[in-house]
């Protein structure tokens, strides 16, 4: 039993040898002050997002205040607290290359530059903006230009430029809100699945285009 409520995030990490298996457990308040103490468990701050930093040794989770934590994998302490300008729940994180997204229940996207593995220490933020509130879910399209795309609460599926303020591109893809979402690279191509019980497929344009400027 290795939680007491909801289970909202694990992974696992693969170790090269281990001759015995220990279990080590902290609540989300003991993290944060990087002092274990079972005796006093914190029920006021819980763990919403948990995510690998895949190739820096590293894993973060988000609190209910609208906290990013960054942590050591191999020795369990923090490195570094990100902040984001709302307190509001953050319902996404992605981790993609030297960036990390955060998409919170009120509509804020914050992104960090992590610098290179094992400078996370470092991290700086590029910018955070205002979108629609709701956002759920966070992929990130690399070609022809680096885009963030949220899911949100209402179906919809919006577009941003890494660096801009405003959506470039806004979708209704679902009558209900989206469960999951994936982003297929290579292909250039979205899936999406929502309660609504579809899943679609969509084809990104190399090229968004702009139809006022177009007419």
Request: hydrophobic share 35%.
């Amino acid at each position: 039993q290795a939680h007491k409520q909801e289970l909202q995030e694990y992974w696992f990490k693969k170790t090269r040898y281990s001759p015995s298996v220990t279990l080590e457990h902290w609540t989300c308040r003991e993290l944060i002050n990087g002092q274990p103490d079972l005796a006093q468990p914190s029920d006021d701050l819980g763990v919403e997002i948990l995510i690998d930093l895949p190739g820096r040794n590293s894993f973060c989770f988000s609190d209910s205040l609208g906290n990013v934590h960054i942590y050591s994998s191999d020795t369990v302490e923090p490195v570094i607290k990100l902040k984001t300008e709302s307190d509001s729940e953050i319902r996404g994180i992605l981790s993609q290359n030297n960036i990390l997204v955060a998409g919170q229940k009120d509509g804020t996207l914050s992104l960090w530059d992590m610098g290179a593995p094992g400078k996370e220490r470092l991290t700086k933020l590029i910018s955070s903006f205002s979108g629609k509130p709701g956002i759920r879910l966070i992929q990130m399209r690399e070609k022809p230009r680096k885009e963030i795309i949220t899911g949100d609460s209402d179906g919809i599926v919006q577009v941003w430029d890494l660096h801009a303020t405003q959506p470039i591109y806004v979708l209704q893809a679902h009558s209900d809100i989206i469960t999951q979402m994936r982003w297929f690279e290579e292909k250039q191509i979205l899936v999406t699945c929502a309660k609504d019980k579809l899943i679609k497929i969509w084809k990104f344009p190399p090229v968004w285009i702009d139809e006022s400027k177009s007419s």
